[in-house]
């Protein structure tokens, strides 16, 4: 696996084939970040959900929350998520995306890394409710975790980068349907993390 490391510059584009990615270290200021972290982990209401994975059910390796603009539910792995109203902090969020990104989210999965155990598997965010070609701004607090990249056809090594406390990832275009994306489980003794996948919901 190789590992990237984004320029200083702001956004960081990596040229790679069917992949549009921008990525923006110092999205959200120090002491912002750490105002969101302390809000969303005390105040959002966390939910564990279960997932049926070769027949079997399981405990999701991290907790989820669902918030909308509106009422339209999202589902993915089985799972269908109905949304809770977004909070002003979450708007404030979202208002800021506006500034670099010209997409109007009806929507934002926030996701709780507790520890080095949760994970996201490999995944794409292609489901039929997010349209063609969905637009995906990813928001992260927190501890650093490796965001791992693997093209769904193509013989392109599996790559990997840290998604650093305050930065933002918009992934565009045609990625959701040519690549594969994870975080994996470490067994490093790690803070926790929260993250913020903003999307919009068309069905």
């Known amino acids: 696996m190789k590992e990237l490391s984004p320029s200083s510059s702001s956004p960081w584009a990596p040229a790679l084939p069917d992949l549009k990615i921008k990525y923006f270290a110092n999205f959200i200021s120090k002491k912002d ?54 909070t002003s902090e979450l708007i404030e969020i979202k208002n800021k995306i506006k500034n670099v990104c010209n997409t109007n989210f009806t929507s934002v999965l926030l996701n709780l890394y507790r520890d080095g155990k949760d994970s996201n598997g490999w995944h794409a965010d292609d489901e039929e409710e997010l349209g063609t070609n969905p637009v995906i ?8 975790r490796f965001f ?20 933002l990832l918009l992934m565009e275009e ?30």
């Open 33 to 86: 970040s750490e105002r969101y972290f302390n809000n969303f982990i005390n105040y959002i209401p966390w939910e564990q959900d279960s997932i049926r994975v070769y027949g079997k059910i399981y405990d999701q390796p991290r907790l989820t929350s669902l918030h909308g603009i509106n009422q339209k539910s999202y589902s993915y792995s089985g799972i269908t998520m109905y949304p809770k109203k977004m």
């Open 137 to 144: 701004a990813s928001v992260s607090f927190g501890e650093e």
């Open 148 to 167: 791992q990249l693997k093209h769904k056809t193509k013989k392109i090594e599996t790559m990997k980068f840290k998604l650093a406390s305050g930065s």
């Open 174 to 203: 045609s990625t959701q349907h040519n690549w594969y994306h994870k975080i994996a489980k470490t067994s490093k003794k790690i803070s926790p993390r929260i993250n913020l996948t903003y999307r919009k919901i068309y069905i």
